[in-house]
């Protein structure tokens, strides 16, 4: 779907609201609420504006300019994110794979440890954010939260912890990798 052009040489763009969501705006912040939860997020309200119209967020620009314009999708696509997540959730799926040393993968409150990575007596730790589940099942790690950036950093906090440095990758494949995220199987 294309941006439509205003008469003010701007850009608006509509996004539909799910009937079981509620939408609240602020001075530059917007806060959605869902079965699931609640995220609030600033946006960059000097260049877009939002506004809420029969049961649509509308957002606007003053001008089209190749910036704001794509400041205007990116903003529009965080919207649509925080509208899945509130009502659907979102969830990434990690694979812990070895063929030197076993790994083993554990949770200790918010902190995630890996043991006996390419045989390192200390463990590495990756810090978890509250709001993310962590569910361990064997050698699959599922991450699952309301919040698409927290659950996708975390898993790329997750998958760069146990990259391997200095050593030929065609012989070291050892690792926790990204297999799934939110649904959508990653072919490597």
Do not use: C, W
Not at 32 to 47: C, D, L, M, N, V
Not at 50 to 58: N, S
Not at 76 to 102: C, D, W
């Amino acid at each position: 779907m294309k941006a439509k052009k205003s008469k003010k040489t701007g850009l608006k763009e509509e996004i539909e609201i799910p009937a079981n969501v509620s939408v609240q705006i602020k001075e530059g912040e917007i806060t959605i609420r869902g079965e699931k939860g609640e995220i609030t997020k600033k946006y960059p309200s000097y260049h877009i504006d939002i506004e809420l119209k029969d049961g649509k967020i509308i957002l606007k620009t003053k001008n089209s300019r190749r910036k704001v314009k794509a400041l205007l999708g990116t903003t529009k696509a965080y919207i649509r994110n925080m509208i899945k997540g509130v009502t659907q959730g979102v969830e990434y799926k990690l694979k812990v794979l070895y063929s030197h040393f076993p790994i083993s993968v554990k949770l200790q409150g918010n902190v995630l440890i890996i043991d006996n990575f390419l045989g390192r007596k200390a463990p590495i730790k990756v810090n978890v954010p509250q709001d993310v589940k962590v569910e361990i099942r064997g050698q699959e790690i599922k991450l699952s939260g309301i919040d698409k950036e927290k659950v996708g950093q975390t898993a790329a906090n997750i998958e760069q912890a146990t990259r391997i440095k200095k050593l030929d990758p065609r012989v070291f494949q050892d690792g926790i990798y990204i297999v799934e995220k939110d649904g959508k199987p990653i072919l490597a």
